[in-house]
């Protein structure tokens, strides 16, 4: 089974508009961690966040917003006032604790902001 | 430049020959792993270091796949015998320690097999 969905396959939004990126996972563990990376056209995945299953304070870092709820397990991402830039794969990954040697990957949101 | 390194960026090889990828991991991390990513997907384990002991292995991996890291340092990815559904993006990635520890990814190295 998929521990980690990411039902939107690719995304197009004009500059300055807000969008959503959704992340759905699965896990018994009662500890884990959740991240989110982009990985631009040069193919690097970037780290951007972190969040651990005791934590479901929502968080926000310039533009980007996180929103996790684990009573249904998502860890949404959010761009406010899209750029060009933000133009990217956007993964959504998940770690068990009692399994921490491997991270679990979604599918990858693309994400394409038209100027 | 203290990232996550990579070599080579891109390999091109015929169908059955071997190839070995090298990733050089941040300097005090001492978990490394290897991840496949194939087009519109995401990574996909592969195995995993902790210094030198290889902990984990994927049960997708192959018998043609065999992975190193001898000094607990760097390490080495070879494919024997490749084939065309090797063709891939090979990740490496390093992380601290601590299972809670983020991965910090390198460039890559791009696997074609004609």
């Known amino acids: 089974a998929q521990k980690v969905t990411q039902a939107q396959t690719e995304i197009s939004v004009v500059e300055k508009e807000d969008v959503t990126l959704d992340c759905v996972y699965e896990?018994?563990?009662?500890?884990?961690?959740l991240f989110w990376y982009k990985q631009p056209p040069s193919g690097e995945l970037v780290f951007l966040i972190r969040r651990n299953s005791f934590d479901e304070q929502n968080e926000i870092s310039g533009r980007y917003s996180w929103n996790f709820q684990k009573s249904t397990s998502s860890f949404n991402f959010t761009i406010t006032a899209s750029q060009v830039v933000d133009s990217a794969v956007y993964f959504c990954?998940?770690?068990?604790?009692?399994?921490?040697?491997?991270?679990?990957f979604g599918t990858g949101t693309s994400l394409t902001v038209i100027p | 430049d203290t990232g996550v390194s990579q070599d080579p960026r891109h390999k091109i090889t015929k169908r059955g020959q071997n190839v070995t990828f090298r990733c050089d991991p941040i300097?005090?991390?001492?978990?490394l792993y290897w991840y496949r990513q194939t087009l519109g997907q995401g990574p996909e384990f592969l195995t995993y270091f902790q210094n030198e002991a290889q902990l984990e292995k994927s049960r997708l991996l192959s018998d043609r796949f065999s992975a190193e890291r001898p000094k607990g340092s760097f390490s080495t990815l070879e494919i024997q015998r490749t084939e065309q559904g090797d063709s891939a993006m090979y990740l490496c990635a390093s992380s601290f320690w601590r299972n809670t520890g983020e991965l910090f990814f390198g460039e890559g190295s791009r696997l074609t097999v004609l």
């Open positions: 896990t018994r563990d009662t500890t884990y961690y």
């Open positions: 300097s005090e991390h001492n978990r």
């Open positions: 990954a998940l770690s068990e604790f009692n399994t921490g040697n491997q991270f679990y």
